[in-house]
């Protein structure tokens, strides 16, 4: 295996962004093919109107905002890895940021779709923003929907932000790196950076502050989506453990997300074998083993609460959720969720790539149904018995979820194209540098 | 007005950080400060060779902090007040409402006064410390890649002297430019 220098991490990168191969364009053709369908679906929908969900009275939110809150989970991972872990100066994080990052970036893109679909009327999704008019309607500012509004446009920002600026100095090395046409199109966003003193001395303490910036905006936003529900006054969503049992769950979710693409993409390109080390991946697990712990506490935790408060709503939704008409997807939720990361525990395991990659399609899978178990259930089943429902999801919301995951693989394959997917000068800042006297 | 003054010095590469950091602290000792270095990545050593200068960025993003904070309680004070909205009893203004919106347009708006302050301090310390505007400088591509620059602004008698420097501590190649 050889050394990592300063000068063979440039090559090895370049290499990954090479003119695509034949896999890219088999992949970028079905991933194309699902966000079509995708497409064609909420088109339907628009056209036809709601009546093409299963979202019915009482189950007004479905698949969609379960999709929603799926998605702002997995984009959590990327600032987490990309903010907390810098401050922490985690040495696993160098490796795997800038692709979290851009997870985190297209994510949280994909989630904001989200609202607008279920909204129905998707072109009135303008009247979430408070600007003066003549409507008389106003937004209400006592409602954590209209706070979700802010979170989620200030995350976006903020993560976009943080993104494009981890992207400038190794935009600049993939510019020094090319020639013509290609040198002239990466000179644009470098903005004229050449590595000086000033430009770094600036550039690392703005990112530092960006870090410490974004740090309590990982936290806050997910607890902000949490009160989406616990604001509620619903049995199985009023609770004040909501926000930290969201914000380990979207921890939880967006690390199995890393796995899931960090693997075939160090498999894709060879040479980001010796940069992604199996030891950065058994970081990763660890953190998926500390916040599967803390979800498996949180349901338990809901479950007691609910025996203990002696509320017999609460009670009897605690019962509904193991035993009632969505049990198998509360056991399959259990199951990826609590039982499979236990196996994480064994280092032979978490050291095993395949076997990494299995878990955390399970975590993924079982995260999506958290999040649906927790919206179906408790909307089906609150307090008026003659009120309650069921909720059945329709082909139209299983093929926008689809075309969900199409739209955010298809902005991630071509990032990893026209991006470096590596962060080059942090991954430089690991080794030893250059030195004449070795002492 | 021109944004880049004119630049009289000279420029050189090197290899190993060690020799470059040794260069800086003579030309330091030797009261040459124009100094800007280059290299592939953010390195401490360099900071310390000249002096560990200070960023100052961070009050940029208090500045931000602040205008965010203040727009916010601005915006739903106001809105709260002309556009009331009763709500099963709740306070028509209350401070738990405003502390979410508040701290997430406090941090937006930082951030934009954060990238604004980073390249604002850039300009000008870009233009308090000149760089050669020879076409071979501008199209050095190894910067980026695995190489340390030093340019040093000076005027032409002090040329020699500078160049006996950076020589003496291993660069690769010295260039003058007057």
Not at chain 2, 87 to 103: D, E
Not at chain 2, 145 to 169: M, S, T
């Amino acid at each position: 295996m050889n050394q990592l220098t300063y000068g063979n991490i440039n090559d090895k990168v370049v290499n990954s962004m090479e003119p695509p191969g034949k896999p890219w364009m088999v992949s970028m053709v079905l991933i194309l093919g699902a966000l079509s369908m995708g497409v064609f679906a909420w088109a339907i929908q628009i056209r036809h109107g709601l009546e093409w969900s299963g979202i019915n009275h009482p189950v007004a939110w479905g698949v969609y905002i379960t999709n929603f809150v799926f998605w702002i989970g997995i984009g959590h991972a990327g600032t987490l890895i990309s903010a907390v872990l810098y401050l922490v100066r985690a040495p696993f994080r160098n490796s795997i940021y800038r692709a979290s990052e851009a997870m985190t970036v297209f994510a949280v893109m994909t989630a904001g779709l989200f609202p607008l679909i279920h909204l129905g009327r998707t072109w009135y999704a303008y009247w979430l923003l408070p600007y003066p008019n003549q409507r008389e309607l106003w937004v209400n500012f006592k409602s954590p929907l209209l706070w979700d509004v802010f979170a989620i446009s200030t995350y976006v920002s903020v993560s976009m932000a943080f993104f494009v600026l981890g992207l400038i100095p190794d935009l600049a090395t993939i510019r020094d790196e090319s020639k013509g046409l290609k040198r002239m199109l990466y000179s644009i966003p470098a903005l004229c950076f050449r590595g000086t003193n000033h430009q770094w001395l600036h550039y690392m303490r703005g990112y530092l502050i960006f870090a410490a910036i974004a740090t309590p905006l990982v936290f806050s936003v997910h607890s902000i989506v949490s009160w989406d529900f616990a604001m509620s006054s619903l049995p199985g969503w009023h609770s004040t453990i909501f926000a930290p049992y969201f914000v380990a769950g979207a921890i939880f979710s967006g690390c199995a997300m890393v796995l899931t693409i960090m693997i075939p993409l160090r498999r894709a390109f060879p040479g980001f074998k010796e940069i992604i080390k199996i030891k950065d991946l058994e970081g990763m697990a660890k953190l998926i083993i500390f916040t599967s712990l803390i979800v498996t506490y949180a349901y338990a935790v809901e479950f007691f609460i609910a025996y203990y408060s002696g509320a017999k709503y609460e009670r009897a939704l605690f019962w509904f959720r193991p035993f009632g008409e969505m049990q198998g997807f509360f056991w399959l939720m259990i199951t990826c969720n609590c039982i499979i990361p236990l196996t994480l525990f064994v280092k032979k395991i978490r050291t095993n790539i395949p076997a990494l990659f299995v878990i955390s399609l399970f975590v993924n899978v079982g995260m999506w149904l958290e999040r649906y178990v927790i919206v179906g259930t408790s909307l089906a089943h609150g307090f008026s018995p003659f009120a309650w429902g069921s909720y059945q999801f329709e082909w139209a919301e299983i093929w926008i979820t689809i075309g969900s995951f199409g739209w955010f693989f298809m902005w991630f394959f071509i990032f990893v194209k026209v991006m470096p997917s590596i962060a080059i000068a942090e991954m430089k800042e690991t080794l030893t540098p250059p030195l004449r006297n070795k002492k | 007005m021109r944004l880049r003054k004119k630049f009289s010095g000279a420029w050189a590469t090197f290899e190993y950080l060690d020799d470059t950091c040794a260069a800086i602290k003579e030309l330091k000792n030797e009261g040459f400060d124009l100094i800007t270095t280059h290299t592939p990545c953010p390195r401490h050593e360099i900071d310390h060779a000249l002096g560990d200068p200070q960023s100052r960025v961070p009050f940029g993003t208090l500045v931000g902090a602040f205008i965010g904070f203040s727009l916010a309680v601005l915006i739903i004070t106001k809105m709260a007040l002309y556009w009331i909205i009763p709500v099963s009893g709740k306070p028509i203004l209350s401070v738990p409402n405003i502390v979410p919106i508040a701290f997430e347009l406090s941090v937006l708006v930082s951030i934009y006064f954060t990238i604004g302050a980073m390249l604002l301090m850039v300009m000008i310390d870009t233009w308090k410390h000149p760089v050669p505007q020879s076409r071979k400088y501008k199209n050095y591509d190894r910067f980026m890649r695995d190489r340390f620059g030093i340019a040093v602004a000076c005027g032409g008698q002090d040329l020699e002297k500078i160049e006996n420097i950076l020589k003496k501590h291993q660069a690769e190649e010295v260039n003058l430019e007057s």
